[in-house]
T-cell receptor, first 114, second 116 residues
Framework: GNSVTQMEGPVTLSEEAFLTINCTYT??????LFWYVQYPGEGLQLLLK?????DKGSNKGFEATYRKETTSFHLEKGSVQVSDSAVYFC?????????????FGKGTKLSVKP | GAGVSQSPRYKVTKRGQDVALRCDPI?????LYWYRQALGQGPEFLTY????????KSGLPNDRFSAERPEGSISTLTIQRTEQRDSAMYRC??????????????FGEGSWLTVV
């Protein structure tokens, strides 16, 4: 079946450090890929998405590129801030299906120290 | 409303009791989803509705779990004869319309259920 595997946390970085959170997936067909973020005390929010191979999603300085050949969708940011401290979830939805039927990874907790 | 609203935010119940979790989606959103998230895990899909019709309930773990959305707006997730393994966060989400990968879904803050 379809699945998402993301690097286990927690990840602790200093402010302005480079961030990479790895995400790989297994899917039949052509899934759409997403990164969601949960800030402390808040609900899940869509951070970025990509709907086909080689698409790059970007938002708030974060980027992720849909790599079909490596079945990956790694999240990157060049310079993290304390306010980026949160839990990040990689997710997929099957092509043609409702985006709401998402399959999530386990989440990666990021802590950024000043 | 401005966002997806869930209640109660926290619920502690005794094993064997029934619980009902409520979700009020964003006004005008056609699709409504329920997820369950255990500690240290990602959310797992339970069920979803378009308007009042339950389109997919494949994620409901057993027949103690049910959901309804009788008027196509507010939804209730009911767990009968709760067990300790039901302890988790239950997340509701909504979107403008299902069936399209272009629709962003918006999550509520979740309802924490603890069965003791």
């Amino acid at each position: 079946g379809n699945s998402v595997t993301q690097m286990e946390g927690p990840v602790t970085l200093s402010e302005e450090a480079f961030l990479t959170i790895n995400c790989t997936y297994t899917a039949t067909g052509y899934p759409s890929l997403f990164w969601y973020v949960q800030y402390p005390g808040e609900g899940l929010q869509l951070l970025l998405k990509a709907t086909k191979a080689d698409d790059k999603g970007s938002n708030k300085g974060f980027e992720a590129t849909y790599r079909k050949e490596t079945t990956s969708f790694h999240l990157e940011k060049g310079s993290v801030q304390v306010s980026d401290s949160a839990v990040y979830f990689c997710a997929l939805s099957e092509y043609g299906g409702s985006q709401g039927n998402l399959i999530f990874g386990k989440g990666t907790k990021l802590s950024v120290k000043p | 409303g401005a966002g997806v609203s869930q209640s109660p935010r926290y619920k502690v119940t005794k094993r064997g009791q029934d619980v009902a979790l409520r979700c009020d989606p964003i006004s005008g959103h056609v699709s409504l989803y329920w997820y369950r998230q255990a500690l240290g895990q990602g959310p797992e899909f339970l069920t979803y509705f378009n308007y009042e019709a339950q389109q997919d309930k494949s994620g409901l773990p057993n027949d103690r779990f049910s959901a309804e959305r009788p008027e196509g707006s507010i939804s209730t997730l009911t767990i009968q004869r709760t067990e300790q393994r039901d302890s988790a966060m239950y997340r509701c989400a909504s979107s403008l319309g299902g069936g399209s990968s272009g629709n962003t879904i918006y999550f509520g803050e979740g309802s924490w259920l603890t069965v003791v």
